[in-house]
């Protein structure tokens, strides 16, 4: 099961509840559990859908449309599994979903409501199971496994527009999204949302032709990642693909640190992050996932930075215009947000931890038995270091 920022403290905090009843009846306390909201806010790319027609399709067949949507359903958890994401709710017809980029939260509708329309293909138009699906990003409260909030009613909501079998977007998410995956989108207008306060911009998803493939042939993975994993496989035994593959790993880890550190400003009334922000959050992160990731390194495979002449220099690096490229798409998402520094500069996370393969690697370590908890404080000092800037931007 996938651990998410937060996720240990909110356990902790419930593992001390518990104790705190002491003999109670376990029925009791779990009563009184339900009742007490650890709150943790974050920011999250949001999906929502349905079965157009489902009222229709049950009275037709009973059957036989629960089956495809027990089928649609397993589908679809596969699809948001490999997106980074994950399925909150799944009552009735209903499914939502929580991705850690909208940009993933897209990419696994598309390429789920692709599958299920070849999947289809041979039924008659009136047994068909056409899912509706909407994406927003914003805020919500994290309760347990459940999110909450007005982001996850906007998606409702824009998931009531889409058509049978398509994706529709808010128009929040559209900014974010832009530029990161081979697809086109109709404008739906301003709409006046029921229950939403104010009016929200509609978008329908349009896949460019010929691109549809894209989405499948990654099941789903599309946009700049997959860009990195391609080039990574296409020439396996150069150092900077040794880099690309672990930006393929880190990419996520990062967008976690982020989304904590906007979070954490958002709620002192700012949304400016600087840089020491992005450092702080990711030393939070304890879901094991740099541990996990440097575990996965044979000892020694770290290549000697690629900027030898001058170390720490990341300039050199981008003298290869591929992977100058491919890093700087990677990192546009948080380029282009206006919450964060200008000069954040991606290829210093290659040049660092190209550097840091030169002390002991935590294999290393490992072989030498060194207990976890050492080996979790080396992790986390590579984190800081993972997105560590001169002085100057540190102080931005």
């Known amino acids: 099961m996938e651990t998410w920022p937060g996720s240990s403290a909110r356990q902790s ?62 589908h679809f958890a596969e699809f948001a599994q490999r997106n980074a994401g994950r399925v909150v709710d799944a009552v009735g017809d209903n499914l939502l979903a929580e991705f850690r980029s909208v940009v993933d939260a897209v990419a696994c509708g598309v390429a789920f409501q692709a599958a299920l329309g070849r999947q289809d ?11 509706r699906i909407g994406v927003h990003i914003g805020d919500v409260i994290v309760d347990d496994d459940r999110i909450f909030g007005d982001g996850v009613n906007v998606a409702a909501r824009v998931q009531s527009i889409a058509p049978p079998g398509g994706v529709c977007v808010s128009g929040t998410a559209l900014e974010l999204i832009l530029g990161k995956l081979p697809v086109e989108f109709d404008d739906l207008g301003v709409r006046e949302l029921k229950n939403i306060a104010r009016p929200v911009h509609v978008y329908q998803v349009k ?31 150069s150092p900077q693909n040794l880099l690309l593959a672990m930006w393929d790993l880190l ?56 900027a030898a002449d001058v170390p720490g220099d990341p300039v050199l690096l981008s003298e290869d215009p591929q992977l100058s490229d491919c890093i700087a798409d990677s990192l546009r998402g948080f380029r282009d947000s206006p919450e964060l520094p200008r000069r954040l500069n991606p290829t210093d996370v290659f040049v660092d931890i190209s550097e840091n393969g030169h002390g002991p690697s935590v294999e290393r370590l490992r072989k030498q038995g060194i207990d976890r908890q050492q080996i979790e404080q080396r992790v986390k000092s590579l984190g800081v270091r993972v997105l560590r800037r001169s002085t100057s931007d540190q102080a931005m």
């Not at 339900?34 to 999906?47: D, N, P, S």
């Not at 293909?121 to 899912?131: I, K, M, N, S």
């Not at 896949?207 to 860009?227: M, P, W």
């Not at 992160?285 to 390194?297: A, F, V």
């Open 13 to 74: 905090a419930q593992r001390e509840r518990s104790s705190s009843f002491g003999s109670w009846p376990s029925r009791f306390v779990s009563a009184v559990e339900r009742t007490t909201l650890v709150e943790e806010r974050r920011l999250a790319g949001i999906l929502s859908a349905d079965v157009a027609g489902y009222s229709r399709l049950m009275s037709t067949d009973e059957t036989n449309t629960i089956r495809m949507l027990k089928i649609a359903q397993q």
């Open 251 to 306: 990419d996520p880890i990062l967008q976690d640190a982020f989304a904590l550190a906007y979070n954490k400003k958002l709620r002192n009334g700012s949304t400016r992050i600087s840089t020491r922000d992005l450092f702080q959050a990711l030393v939070r992160i304890q879901d094991g996932s740099l541990h996990d990731l440097l575990l996965t390194l044979p000892a020694g495979s770290m290549p000697d930075p690629i």
């Open 121 to 131: 293909e041979g039924l008659a138009a009136d047994r068909r199971v056409c899912f």
């Open 207 to 237: 896949v460019r032709e010929g691109e549809i493939e894209h989405f499948l042939e990654r099941g789903g993975r599309a946009g700049v990642r997959s860009v990195g994993t391609h080039r990574a496989t296409s020439r396996p035994t």
